[in-house]
């Protein structure tokens, strides 16, 4: 996640978000449809309580935007934050929409949904439109 902050397409998503604080990716591999995971750009760190007291404000008030966009996008009925960096020891959060037929609906979130070897990637017209589509409501 350190590597290539500016970059506007990584192997995992297309960026749909850049902001002071952070930069936001819409999943390639969707844990859920419309997936997205925002990750700290300032200094290495891997956990929240590592920032100061205005890093912190600055970074949860643009995944709350982030957020934000994606439930008037999206319209889930429970958004997930989820910061995990088990596997990657870099603040991310993953932000994921739950849904009503969702296969775990009332649970948390299944381990192997971040599988992405098991996963099958969004199609890149799809991925580039709703890409486009929250860039539009993030700039609303």
Known sequence: MCEDPDAEEKPHGVRIFAGRWSDAYLGRFPVRPGYVYVIWKGRHVAEP??????????FWSEVTLVASAMEERYQPIKMNWLSLGNGVPHLHV??????????????PIEADAFEQAELDPVPADELRREAAALRQKLAS
């Open 49 to 58: 309580t590592e920032l100061s007291a205005h890093e912190r404000a600055g």
């Open 94 to 107: 993953h932000l994921v929409p739950r849904y009503v037929d969702d296969p775990a609906a009332g649970g």
